[in-house]
Structures are given as C-alpha cells and as structure tokens.
C-alpha cells in the first residue's frame, strides 16, 4: 500500500508527473511527490453526482486522486440511467452519492469516496474549507452561485492583501444537449461566478396575459395549468412534483382540454414534462467530454505539471467538433468578490419596499431569487421584509408598500440582503441616481 | 380530490430511460441507434469510453475486436477492467463490464487483434454501421481502411497519447437529414406567397381593425401589407440597408396614434419591425442543398440508390413542377405576438399548404420507386414529411481516403506546410503522432516507453519525422520541444484525455447512425495543455 504511487499500474501518470516536459509549468519539479501527494492528500470535493459528477468520480480515481467526497442531495430516477453510469436499474430510489461512492470504492482499490445525501447549502464553512480543489457538475444556476460565494467568503485578506493559501479553485461544467462548457474559477484571483453572471441565458417566460388570454403555443396551456389552474384546483393537496407521474398526467390533460379549446396543435406528453420540469436534453458523450476536461484541469491545478485552462472554454458540436477558449474578465465591482463597497442606485428614496426587491430581482448583475432585507436604522438592525420564513413574512408584509423613507432609509443607508443565491448576507449602500 | 379522466399516455419505460436524449434525436433517431451494430478495434481505455458512450444511450449491439491481454498498465487507466482481469483476455473483460450498463444492449467479442481478422477473415467487416479504431498499427490501419472505403462504411480512428489527442474520420459519402441549427430561419414566403396565403392576407384589411386587432395582427401579416404597399413604388422587395431602413419606416408610421396623435405601444409592430431583416428576403435555395440536389446520385438514380437519393430527387422534381422553384413549405409558425384566433388561422394556412406540398413529393416519390422497380413501402411517408420539414437542411459529405493520405504522393502536403508555418497551428501534432507510427513500425514500442529509453528516443523519432517530412517536401520542424514532448509521454494514456476523446468519438458515431448534426470532416486535433482543437482536411 505505501508503495502504491510506484505501482506499475500507475506508469501512465508517473511517465508526466516524474518527467519534465517543454510545456509544463515553470514550477513544476518531476518526482514521485506529486503522485504520493494526490494519492494521499489531495482532497476533492465532487458537488452534484449526476451525469457529470459521476464521470468525474470516474475520470478523477483514474488520474491518481484517492481522497475523494461526493455530495448530492438527489435519489436516482429512472431517467438518469441514459449517462449515470454508476447507476444501475436495482438503485432506482437510492442515493446518487452514496451509490456513486459504493461504486468508485468498489471498482478502484484503495478509493476512499465519502458520500454525503444532502443539499450543499446543509454544509458550513469548516466542511468546505478542508478540500484542496472543488469540482462542480450542476444543473442549477442558484447552486452554482451558493458555492462560488461559499468559496470566496473562505477567502482571507490581511491589509488588503489576499492570503493564497485560501484560496480553493473552482472547476466547473455545464451542459446541454451537444454543448458544454468548463471554467476554471481562482476565487478572488479570476472572473468569479458572478462576475460573469450575464453569461447565463434568462429563463424564458411567457407574460402572464398570453397564457391567460392569448394562447398560441402548446406551452402556453401548460404554463396556465402549472402557474393559475394547479393553485386554483389544487388537485393533490400539494405544490407540482415533476417526479409524480399522477401530477404530471393531471397537467398533460388538462393543458390538452385547453389546447383543444384554443385549436393549439402539438401538445405531447413529453413537451409537458419538459415545461413542467424545465428539462434540459442531456446524453452520455457530452458529460463525458465536459466532465473529462474539468478533471484534466484538477490534476493539472494538484500538480502543477501544466498551465491551467484560462478561463473558459465552450463546446459545440453540432456542426462538427468547435470548442473556443476565452478569458472572463474579473468585474472590479463583483458584488461577491471585489472588496470594493457596494452600491444600489434608486430612483428615488420614496420607492416602495416591493420596488426596491423588484431590482434586487433584476437587475443583471444581482438576479436574486427572494432577497430578505434587513437595515441598520439609527443604530438598530431592523427587519424590513424576509420572504423565506412564513411567520415572519405574515409580520414584515405590510412594510412592502411603504416607501423607503417611511421605512427611515435614506441616502447612504446600509441595507442587509438575504438571498438563497448566496452563503452569506450582502451589504449594499444606497445611492440617488443623479439625474434623478 | 379530483380524480382525473385517465387519458394520459402510457409512457414506456424504454421512452422515460432514454428522455433526455429523445429531446435532441428524437424517437426516429433511436430507432436507427438500436438498429445500428459498431465495431471497436481494442479496448483500451479510449475505446472503452467510446464504447460506454454508446452502450448507455441503447446502441443496438457492439462487437470488440481485441487479441491483448490485461496488464497492470490497463487497469490504471481503463474502468471496465478490475483488478483481477490481469491476464485476462481485456475483449472479453472489457465486453462483460460494458454489457452492465445497459440490458437493452447486445455485445460480443473476438480475442484476436485485427491484423488476424483482416487475414482470415476479409468479410468480416462487411455488416457493421461503423468501425472505431483505437491504438492500431499503420500498416493494419492501411489495409482496414481500404477496405471500409470500398464498402462505404465510416470508419473513425483515434487515439490519444499524453496530452494529445486525435481523431480522423474516413467516410466516402455522408447524407445529413436533419442538421438542428442554432436559428432557423423561418419559412414565409412573404415575397412570393403561395394562393392559399395571398387569399388570406386579402382577407384581412388592417385599416378597418379597431385598436385591439390591429394590436393583436401577427407581424407575418403587417410584413406582407407593407410589402405591398412598397412595392407599388418598387419593382422589388427591399434589399440595400437604407431600402430597409426606409421599409421599416413604414411599418413605424402604420403605428396607431391616439388622440394626441401619440404613437400607440403596438408590441406587434415591434416585432415586424425587428423580422424585416430575417423575413424580407428572396427565398433561396442555400448552395449546400444545391450540391444534393444536382449531385450525379440525385440525377441518375439506379436500383440501389439509397431512400435518401429517391426523396432528394422526388424534391427536386417537385421543385422543378409544382413547387415552382421552391422548396416544399416548413409549415412551421415561430410565436408571435397576436390573439388565438388570428395567430392559429395563420398557422393552419402554412399548415395546410405544408400537407398538400409533402402529398405532392410523396406521390413523387412513389412514382420513383415504380420507376426504380422497387416496393412501395420501401420508402414511408413518415420519412417523406421528415424530409419536407427539414428540406432545407439536407446535406452531404464526401470524405478522403485515410489509404491517400499515407501515400507520400497523394497527401495533400500543402495544407500540412502552410499550417506548420503558423506557430500556433496544431498542425504539429499531426505531424509528430505520424512520426511516433513511423517509430511504433520499427521499433515495436513508443517513444520513452521505458525510463532509460527517453534520451535516445528523442533522436530517434526526429529522425521518422525528419523522413516523413522529407517525403512530403516540406521543411523539418522549427523546435525539438514537441519531440521532446512525445518521448516524456511515453505513449502513456492520460485515463481523462481519454474520456474527452472518446466522448468526441461517440458523438460523432451517433451523427453518422442517426443522420442528424454533422460530423466532422475529417480530422481533429486536441492539446489538452492549451485546452484547444483544431480540425484538418486531409
């Protein structure tokens, strides 16, 4: 076992991690250090164990890692069988992690994958601090932000000056259907998650009005069965459950007996599971391709044999193979990795409290999904308005429609905000647009 | 609680498994794959993850062709191997631990490397829908490809070796039925509209619509009144910017006002502003579809002219009849603003005249097959409406000859020449992966394969490639630093370079099988220290 990194199993990567190159990094020193090192120190955490997690498991037990966690708060549904494939049918039911460490454990000796069944969000700040790299195969934008201002609230800056030693990269994949992308985040260091928020596309919505009054496509009588008719009828006593396939037949007949009344054509079963669960396409060579470069550039960033990718990198192969590398740009005024103050400009200090959560909303460089807010009025922390806990949101909604200076917000003041798309709460000074 | 009416579809449980790549392929598409039997040209860890990418997605079966047996240096890098296959025929460990990702899957193996196949053997290969070769020798290679050639089946070769990978792809002719662009463009025929839709847009008279219809008219209908309008002026549509620009004007001041004479917020017209660029335009037949459509296999169709050949030609006819010049119509409506009942009564005429068009080349089309002396059902009208609907999209590939490129004198050198020029190009690697085969020929090993091999080795393979490139008529290469490269790899098999390629390899599989998206043409190459690919004509 100790002489494990010297196996003859190992040659593949001891012939690049014991020899020098011409295009290995300038730091880089060829020895048997750099495999013992990942065999034995190295930790990983591996976030989301679905189709790309699970190539990542994969992908990082056969470059040399040993030290490995997996965290997924999921259970494995028939659906994910097409690119899981550390899933089997007997494991429907069964947790993603748990069942994807089982697994790795099992086939590569001397692995040693910990699982953990739960939200990333149920993790504090200790768990996360004590892993060397952090790899991310998400499908959700709010998670995805959750752990990137995880990683920088981690950071440490004495006068001003970042200590590196805090900083944990973040690799992290996306993908749909023949696309992809992979970026690598040096959290304080590089473009962060929200530097570059604008990158993700907005949801696409339909206007309250067409799907009411005015339908024309299929998915607009979906949309008015999940958004008005469910809540009306409330046929199961439950919010929708896109697993449910009793919830999913309720809102696939009656969309059909609305698209029948409009004369809409094209209404399938499976456009309905797609809107009602907001599906995107996904199939095995694509995470493959994703997932196998993020953890080319884990062992490049736990090795330092080569440059890592800087920063970003898109795939798309419909037409033929087309991948294209760029440097995101690091936003001096990030509201989650600058340490410059922030700022929230209004029109008028005479705005009502729903207007000023209404541009927490969005604006593009917030995007929030339910800011709770909190002031520092006169000396005292008031709460003003916090959506996420029923008791107090029944006692803070009136303050909604009163204005900011009612409130005793005035120019300058220091609100609180709370959101789901981030760890920790976000200062933000208010400010009078000038011309205003 | 409401008990629904239970007239929800029973889904399949084949249809919930493969759900998320129905949604890009379509059920159409899986047929062909499960109808599809591949062959892999040893398991190595490439070709495992090729393997696996197809095996999951429910190929129909696969066969592995591989004579070696398991070693220590397998297991570190390929996961369908474990710990106690050493030894172990790696064909059939390898086929065991695949068939275990999916039981809709057939496979099987043959523990003989493929130079013995292709001696005793030599039809062997004549029934799979695709050959994948990884990690073969040049001169197997040679022979291999010839063959496939000749047989007009794909042939994808791979390999990866450090921090490089490569992937050529060897396909006499292609067809692509379905190429699912980015943005369609649609199908209106504003400038030219068939009887059906100029009687309906003469229906309509946008003056006598109060403020509510008039906001509520889809922008196809505004579009085509100001067309009008202009071209009572004009012999033709508008085509400069600035005819544009004065078009869009137009719409502009068809703007209800109010009482003020205030320009109303009309979102329609906002939107027939902004289509005009799209929509106002000749319809044109693209020249990638023009190379199908006069291609000698549409014109001169035979007994074995393949469906693809008999529908293009049926299109063609129609084209050339009552298509008048153009393609049978999309049928398709992008979503705009407007009320139901305008927006749907539009949508049915396209709707219509799509059907009556899809009739017409599918008469056409049985016609052809009476002509050709083949069954009728040979060709389903299913295929014929697939066809009709992405008309536009049609498209074929012809390929080289992987044989002509390891001739010398057939080559072609120019692009290798004028790419190696530029510093940056990854020409280079072409050039030393075809210098490491030179080196695997004649000394039976990779270059640096053994620690006290790695010094003589660099002069070694210089020395290949300064012939190779001599051959070829072009200059040695400018640094040593990629030969150095080569020999620090050692032929060593990097298991996430691996994945990446063979990931690549099998969406490329899956294009070929399923005639959607396009494949490459014909090589590419990947520095996974830069993170950047290039593709290659050769």
Known sequence: ?436 | MASPIPKSPEQSEKNRKYDRQLRLWNDHGQALLEGAHICLINANALGTEILKSLVLPGIGAFTIIDGNKVTEEDIGSNFFLDADSVGKSRAHVSTQFLLELNPDVRGDYIDEGPEQILNNSPDFFNNFNVVIACAILEKSLIILAKKLWELDIPLIVCKTIGFVGYIRVQVKEHTIIEMHPDNEIPDLRLNKPFELLKTYFDSIDLNNFDIRDHSHTPYVIILYKYLQQWLINYQDIPRTKIEKEQFKQMIIDGVRKDENGIPVDEENFKEAIKAVNICISHTSVSNSLKEVLNDNSCINLNSKSSSFWIIAKAIKDFMENEGDGLLPLKGALPDMIADTEKFISLQQVYHKQANTDIEAVWKRTLQLLRQLGKPSDSISEKDVKLFCRHASELCIQRGSSLANEYDAKLINTNEIAQSLENPESLMVYYVVLRGVEKFQAEYNAYPGEFDDHVEPDIVKLKACISKLLGEWGCAPLAKDDYVHEFCRFGGAELHSVSAMIGGLVAQETVKFITHQYKPINNTFIYDAVTCSGSTFIF
């Open chain 1, 1 to 436: 076992m100790d002489s494990e990194y010297s196996h003859r199993k190992l040659s593949h990567l001891r012939k690049v991690l014991e020899r020098s190159g011409p295009f290995c990094r300038p730091d880089f020193e060829p020895s048997s250090e750099s495999l013992k090192f990942l065999m034995q120190t190295c930790k990983i955490l591996v976030i989301g164990a679905g189709g790309l997690g699970c190539e990542c498991l994969k992908n990082l037990s056969l470059m040399g890692f040993r030290q490995m966690h997996i965290i997924d708060m999921d259970i494995i549904d028939l659906s994910n069988l097409n690119r899981q494939f550390l899933f089997r049918h007997k494991d429907i039911g069964a947790s993603k992690s748990e069942t994807a460490a089982k697994f790795i454990n099992d086939r590569i000796p001397g692995c040693n994958v910990i699982p953990h069944f739960c939200k990333i969000q149920d993790k504090n700040e200790d768990f996360y601090r004590q892993f060397h790299i952090i790899i991310c195969g998400l499908d959700s934008i709010i998670a995805r932000r959750w752990i990137n201002g995880m990683l920088v609230s981690l950071l440490i800056y004495e006068n001003g000056i970042l200590d590196q030693s805090t900083v944990i990269p973040l690799v992290d994949g996306g993908t749909e259907g023949f696309k992809g992308n992979i970026r690598v985040v040096l959290p304080g260091l590089t473009a962060c998650i929200e530097c570059t928020l604008d990158l993700y596309p907005p949801q696409i919505t339909y206007p309250l009005c067409t799907i009411a009054n005015t339908p024309r496509l299929p998915e607009h009588c979906i949309e008015y069965v999940k958004v008005i008719q469910w809540p009306k009828e409330n046929p199961f006593d439950c919010s929708i459950d896109g697993d449910d396939p009793q919830h999913i037949n309720w809102i696939y007949e009656k969309s059909m007996e609305r698209a029948v009344n409009f004369g809409i054509q094209g209404l399938t079963y499976r456009l309905v599971q797609g809107v009602v669960k907001n599906i995107i396409p996904a199939v095995a060579s694509t995470n493959a391709v994703i997932a196998s470069i993020c953890c080319t550039e884990v062992f490049k960033l736990a090795s330092s044999c080569s440059p890592s990718l800087n920063n970003y990198m898109i795939f798309t192969n419909t037409d033929g193979i087309y991948g294209y590398t760029y440097e995101a740009e690091k936003n001096i005024n990030c509201l989650t990795c600058s340490q410059t103050i922030k700022e929230i400009e209004i029109k008028s200090i005479y705005i009502k409290l729903k207007d000023l959560i209404q541009l927490l909303c969005s604006k593009n460089d917030l995007q929030m999904k339910n800011p709770g807010i909190t002031a520092n009025i006169s000396g005292k922390i008031k709460t003003l308005y916090i959506q996420s806990v029923p008791s107090i949101e029944e006692k803070t909604r009136q303050n909604l429609s009163k204005t900011l200076f009612d409130l005793g917000l005035r120019e300058n003041s220091e609100i609180i905000v709370a959101d789901v798309t981030t760890p920790n709460t976000i200062m933000l000074k208010i400010k009078l647009l000038k011309n205003s």
